[in-house]
């Protein structure tokens, strides 16, 4: 199971998986140049829900289809500091029909 992991500190915005740095999947869709954000909807917190979901599901087709739900209802509802783990996301997209489909890690 995967434990994402999201903070603002005196040295800029923090997030991590498992202990490292998330990717922003840049290659998969460019929503902002200007790095990760949440707690509003915007391009910053789109940015953040796809390399969420694109690191979960291990299918980038399914993670750019669910980014706008997941950003509206998990990622613009973050606190300064959150914690996610794999469940979460599983029981998240449940709720809003969108099985997770991810792939074995």
Do not use: C
Request: glycine share 8%; no cysteine.
């Amino acid at each position: 199971m995967k434990n994402f992991m999201g903070d603002r500190t005196i040295d800029g915005i923090k997030v991590t998986v498992d202990g490292r740095p998330l990717d922003q999947r840049l290659d998969l869709h460019r929503y902002t140049v200007n790095g990760f954000e949440w707690s509003y909807e915007g391009p910053e917190p789109r940015q953040l829900a796809l390399a969420i979901l694109a690191e979960h599901l291990g299918n980038p087709a399914r993670a750019r289809a669910l980014v706008e739900p997941f950003m509206k209802a998990v990622v613009a509802n973050f606190d300064n500091e959150w914690e996610m783990t794999s469940a979460d996301i599983d029981a998240t997209l449940a709720a809003f029909g969108g099985s997770s489909l991810h792939a074995a890690s």
